[in-house]
């Protein structure tokens, strides 16, 4: 199959980000699919949550409805296995030795590319569009912009094809996340965003906040919290 120019996979993880990101390719093209990554994640309702946010997210408008494609879970055991970080293990959530938060998992970002790349050949889309980001950039070097074209120059040596890696929030920060879903899709799609994506390390979808659910202080939560209190200030 050959790569077609109106496809785009999207690396959508269930979060704020990808979601938005989810968003920002249904108004672009003309086909679009999803994948997420299994990986033993602590937060593993993120998974959970995807389907519900697909649904609804077709609900929103009919064109976006007619353009989302298969959604595709790839279980990576092994990175799971090798893993010993904050998101896969019941450790502190906290900056390391290094300087890199636990939740840092060596690789993830290069290996999801690398996967999603894979199924992209499979399944003849030409785009790739994930939520990776530099303004909020905690620390992790696999958010790089840098990072990023490098794996696009990797995977189209690698696989002999014109694979283009879009990063619609490379230069966003959470509060400019939020305001990109309201541009995108309005009211109906900023609410979706807050009530029905997740982001909070400790998977809690019990403490329902302005800004969504979330356990409030790991830093995926202060993160967004922070974010949503400056989107509501500027706008
Ligand atoms: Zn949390």
Redesign the pocket.
């Known amino acids: 199959m050959t790569a077609s120019p109106d496809t785009a996979l999207v690396l959508f993880s269930g979060g704020q980000d990808s979601t938005v990101c989810l968003a920002w390719a249904l108004t672009r093209f003309s086909r679009v699919e999803t994948v997420g990554f299994d990986y033993g994640q602590r937060h593993a309702v993120e998974l959970a949550v995807r389907p519900i946010l697909r649904e609804r997210i077709s609900g929103l408008r009919k064109e976006w409805a007619d353009r989302l494609g298969d959604d595709h879970v790839v279980k990576l055991d092994a990175l799971a296995a090798m893993s010993e970080t904050a998101l896969t293990r019941d450790m502190q959530i906290e900056i390391a030795e290094n300087g890199l938060p636990t939740t840092f998992v060596p690789g993830r970002n290069l290996i999801f590319l690398s996967f999603a790349a894979a199924l992209a050949y499979r399944r003849g889309a030409k785009h790739l569009v994930a939520g990776m980001g530099e303004a909020d950039y905690s620390g992790y070097p696999d958010c790089r912009d840098e990072t990023i074209k490098s794996m696009q120059a990797a995977l189209n040596l690698g696989m002999e094809r014109d694979f283009t890696i879009h990063t619609p929030l490379m230069r966003i920060d959470k509060a400019g996340t939020f305001a990109l879903a309201r541009d995108i899709g309005g009211e109906p799609l900023l609410d979706l965003v807050i009530e029905a994506t997740h982001s909070?390390?400790?998977g809690?979808r019990v403490h329902r906040h302005d800004w969504g659910y979330?356990?409030?202080?790991?830093p995926?939560?202060k993160l967004r919290a922070d974010g949503f209190a400056r989107f509501v200030q500027e706008k």
Request: net charge negative.
């Open positions: 909070c390390y400790l809690d979330g356990c409030g202080t790991c995926a939560c």
